[in-house]
């Protein structure tokens, strides 16, 4: 079992910069990719970010690219993501997601929610205009 844990959410206003940071423990070993997911308010979950075991190559759904970035430091077993030019539609409880058994490896989808077997809790975020 992989336990997340979220933090770095909170209130910025529009234009603002925020980093939110995944601490995983357990058997983090096992843990491939790593992913962010986000849900706003009457919306369903959608897919942020996702960085490969490696850290080698990420993954960005098309409204974030050139604003978000994901990192991860897997000695620390920490993921990151750094958010820059936030905008008011970035509002959301954004999850921390991974992969525990390669299936993100062996289907090469990233983006599904369903091939991550591990999530935290949640950490909000509000941007103001």
């Known amino acids: 079992q992989v336990q997340l844990v979220e933090s770095g959410g909170g209130l910025v206003q529009a234009g603002g910069s925020q980093k939110l940071s995944c601490a995983a423990s357990?058997?983090?070993?096992?843990?491939?990719?790593m992913a962010w997911f986000r849900q706003a308010p009457g919306k369903e979950q959608e897919f942020v970010a996702a960085?490969?075991?490696?850290?080698?190559?990420?993954y960005y759904v098309d409204s974030v690219k050139g604003r978000f970035t994901i990192s991860r430091h897997n000695a620390m077993n920490t993921v990151w993501l750094q958010m820059n030019s936030l905008k008011p539609e970035d509002t959301a409880v954004y999850y921390c997601?991974?992969?525990?058994?390669?299936?993100?490896?062996?289907?090469?989808?990233?983006?599904?929610?369903?091939?991550?077997?591990?999530w935290g809790p949640g950490t909000q975020v509000t941007v103001s205009s």
């Open positions: 960085v490969s075991w490696s850290g080698g190559t990420t």
């Open positions: 357990g058997r983090t070993g096992s843990s491939y990719a």
């Open positions: 997601a991974a992969d525990g058994d390669m299936s993100t490896y062996y289907s090469g989808n990233y983006s599904t929610s369903t091939e991550y077997d591990y």
